[in-house]
């Protein structure tokens, strides 16, 4: 570790105690003199001066050396914290993160395990330590964002069929609009620890957790093609429809069709129904990445209505088979088999490219899944294919 020097005394002591706050049971903490840091001799005298009286209050104590007759500083020690902290009229941190936290550990309205995990951020925060991505003394945010997580718990109990954006969610939880977007990854860290059963994954990121109860920046329309009818009207022949999330379930299929595709990725959707289904015999399902609440009943429900080949296309990546996962898991419940579309472990050795991002997997996560060897070569070699550069094909041509 470099030695921390220093040439005002106030930051060298405050220093001190900082190192302290972050390690309470350290022994030896020094601090040295940046001699190259004074302006003037002037300048160096009254640094020696001041840190000189620092240690006649106690706190500190200043080891000095002779070197070519000259009696130097060889460096400060921390001896006395309280003192110190007494001598810089300096809250200790513990007390004070204590203190912060004390208006939120009054809230009437705390989850089961709260007070723990208040605790927790307490204690952290006395080491001038983030946790759940909070920085030290920040109880605005903590408080914020207890209220998202209780209004996203209560969102899960109630099931609510209609989509939600995230600012209309942050106001209706209590807090400003732009909270859950500032917030997410806090929120869903702590709905982890305090409402596990209500997280489907722990493979998810934020914003594909928060898609399971329904919130989205600004929520997709369904988009779908196939023969389709509104409140058992029949639809005009277009190539694509699209539904309002609120409106998706008056939606039904007007007769069969020869199989079922969810798509990940919007110009995949498109050429896959320009090319291919033209006269709309499949029924094609736009995820809009992963799919929300409200998209995935709908999916469940038509696919299960279809009772035709059920098949998902999305990118060759880890969001990608993590969605084909949550779709497959949604399914299953309904006795109902997904299998995997142009995302084949083969096509990604062939044509994959190195990945960029930090999203990785590990392997033999679901041995069990259509998706199973490719989520292990995904992990294994580091390739990724986004689905686009592939042409589209049928899924029921061999």
Request: aromatic letters at 6%.
């Amino acid at each position: 570790m470099s030695r921390r020097a220093f040439s005002d005394v106030a930051a060298l002591l405050n220093d001190l105690l900082d190192r302290f706050e972050a390690n309470p049971n350290a022994t030896r903490l020094f601090a040295y003199v940046d001699e190259e840091g004074f302006a003037s001799v002037r300048d160096r005298d009254r640094f020696e001066h001041e840190l000189d009286a620092a240690a006649a209050s106690g706190g500190i104590h200043v080891e000095r050396r002779r070197v070519d007759g000259d009696l130097l500083i060889a460096h400060v020690r921390l001896t006395d914290p309280p003192l110190l902290y007494t001598r810089l009229f300096r809250q200790p941190s513990g007390e004070r993160s204590n203190a912060a936290i004390a208006s939120v550990r009054a809230r009437d309205d705390l989850p089961d395990g709260a007070l723990s995990l208040l605790d927790e951020i307490a204690e952290a925060w006395s080491r001038g330590v983030r946790h759940f991505g909070l920085v030290p003394d920040d109880t605005l945010s903590l408080d914020a964002s207890i209220s998202l997580v209780r209004s996203l718990a209560s969102r899960a109990v109630d099931a609510p069929a209609n989509q939600l954006d995230f600012r209309t969610f942050s106001r209706q939880a209590g807090t400003d609009s732009k909270a859950l977007e500032r917030l997410g990854s806090t929120v869903v860290a702590m709905m982890a620890r305090l409402y596990p059963n209500l997280i489907a994954s722990n493979a998810l990121d934020v914003g594909e957790v928060l898609a399971t109860f329904g919130l989205a920046k600004m929520p997709q329309p369904l988009l779908l093609s196939g023969p389709l009818q509104l409140d058992g009207e029949s639809l005009p022949d277009l190539s694509y429809y699209g539904f309002p999330p609120e409106d998706t379930a008056r939606v039904q299929l007007a007769k069969s069709v020869a199989y079922v595709l969810t798509i990940e990725n919007f110009v995949s959707f498109v050429r896959h129904v320009r090319e291919l289904n033209p006269d709309r015999s499949a029924l094609i399902i736009y995820t809009a990445g992963f799919p929300a609440k409200a998209h995935l009943e709908e999916i469940e429900r038509l696919a299960l209505a279809a009772d035709a080949p059920l098949f998902h296309w999305g990118d060759l990546d880890a969001g990608g088979v993590r969605i084909f996962r949550h779709l497959e898991d949604a399914l299953a419940r309904h006795g109902v088999n997904l299998k995997p579309h142009l995302m084949e472990a083969n096509c990604l050795r062939e044509h994959g490219e190195p990945n960029r991002s930090e999203r990785r997997l590990s392997k033999g996560v679901c041995p069990e899944s259509a998706i199973g060897e490719l989520w292990d070569v995904i992990a294994e070699t580091g390739l990724v294919l986004e689905q686009e550069t592939l042409t589209p094909q049928s899924p029921l041509v061999s």
